[in-house]
């Protein structure tokens, strides 16, 4: 079976102009890319567990803070591995500044034998529709135009 993911799409109207949160992954592989690397907040879940809870509880997981409103289901994309990620979008204004990510063991350098503590997500920001279309992996980028569609349907 696939892995299965899922996370939370923050937006909010900023000056009349629609932004999204993404996350960017820590560790020293990520530090210098940019475009096409930022994420929505998620992590994988089991089938256990709501989707829903666990969407929530990345998001705390990945940046410290919790995280209410309404949620919207926004739809799901599917990776060329076959991974899905589920996600959300709740109104919200989260602080970018103020991101604590949770910490993994990673191996570093690679066959080092030396094992280097990593945030999972080392920043965040808020981006306009078009510049989160650039630096979002690119199969997430459907999830902001479900959700452009989806507030448009709503004026």
Do not use: C
């Not at 998620?42 to 409103?69: H, L, M, S, V, W």
């Amino acid at each position: 079976m696939p892995k299965q993911s899922a996370g939370i799409l923050p937006f909010r109207i900023h000056h009349n102009t629609l932004q999204v949160f993404l996350v960017h992954p820590g560790g020293p592989f990520w530090k210098n890319k940019d475009a096409g690397v930022w994420s929505i907040a998620k992590g994988e879940y089991e089938d256990n567990e709501e989707p829903i809870d666990a969407a929530k509880r990345e998001f705390t997981e990945e940046t410290g803070q919790t995280i209410d409103g309404e949620f919207t289901d926004i739809g799901y994309v599917k990776y060329k591995n076959g991974k899905v990620v589920r996600a959300w979008a709740v109104a919200a204004d989260v602080d970018e500044q103020n991101i604590t990510s949770n910490v993994f063991k990673l191996e570093w350098p690679p066959k080092s034998g030396k094992m280097i503590d990593v945030e999972e997500v080392d920043r965040a920001g808020w981006f306009d529709v078009s510049t989160a279309k650039e630096k979002i992996i690119p199969a997430q980028a459907e999830l902001i135009a479900n959700l452009q569609k989806l507030l448009d349907s709503n004026r």
